[in-house]
């Protein structure tokens, strides 16, 4: 089961910013870093942003990754079709001693 | 450029058994720890397990926990995934991914996945 949770899904039009947030809690995402992950349809997830605000070389500047607290959220600016992805944040969890995935959300452009 | 390569893959009974292996190539296995995610049809990312550097350290979900056992074999540069006990709820794609560490890391490379389908 995801201990974080992440909306559903959320839209937006061409160079339009959009936010997805990841809740978590004590054990997780307060005590821990957030990476996001990016899975176009039908390919293996790719990192997109680590150490809650870290973006690997390749990765757009339009992402942009930020926490606080027990929670986080991915910004993607300036949206484009290629955005049309489904997106998880992650986090090393204290109390279950594993990694932990939030629910995933629908970008649809 | 880093690469993994997940097989073994396949249908399989109820209550069978099954070894995935992860081939990896263009980094320096043994000094990255390595992770098994899975993916069931139409859902979210679920992380099963993880091991880290020499196998010192071995991590499951509490959902496999006693029917999965994860190895690796730094001279070939192998991860595995031993899986028993195999349930309807095990269908997934299984993706390796790499860490740097276990706790506070990030999944920076995956495989393509291989499907496993558990049916009668």
């Known amino acids: 089961q995801s201990v974080l949770t992440q909306p559903p899904s959320v839209s937006g039009t061409p160079g339009q910013r959009v936010t997805i947030s990841c809740s978590g809690g004590?054990?997780?995402?307060?005590?821990?870093?957030v990476s996001w992950y990016q899975q176009l349809p039908g390919t293996a997830p790719k990192l997109l942003i680590h150490s809650n605000n870290q973006r690997p070389s390749g990765v757009p500047d339009r992402f942009s990754g930020s926490k606080s607290g027990t929670s986080a959220s991915l910004a993607i600016s300036g949206l484009q079709s290629e955005d049309e992805a489904d997106y998880y944040c992650?986090?090393?969890?204290?109390?279950?001693?594993?990694?932990?995935f939030g629910t995933g959300t629908k970008v649809t452009v | 450029e880093v690469h993994l390569v997940e097989s073994g893959g396949g249908l399989v009974r109820p209550g069978g058994s099954l070894r995935l292996s992860c081939a990896a190539s263009a980094f320096t296995f043994s000094n990255y720890c390595m992770n098994w995610v899975r993916q069931a049809p139409g859902k979210g990312l679920e992380w099963v397990s993880s091991?880290?550097?020499?196998?010192?350290?071995?991590y499951y979900a509490d959902s496999v926990k006693g029917r999965f056992t994860i190895s690796r074999d730094d001279a070939k540069n192998s991860l595995y995934l031993e899986m028993n006990s195999l349930r309807a709820e095990d269908t997934a794609v299984y993706y390796c991914a790499r860490t740097l560490g276990i706790g506070n890391y990030y999944f920076d490379y995956w495989g393509q996945g291989t499907l496993i389908t558990v049916s009668s």
């Open positions: 004590s054990s997780n995402i307060a005590s821990s870093t």
């Open positions: 091991i880290s550097w020499s196998s010192t350290w071995t």
């Open positions: 992650a986090a090393w969890d204290d109390s279950l001693k594993g990694y932990v």
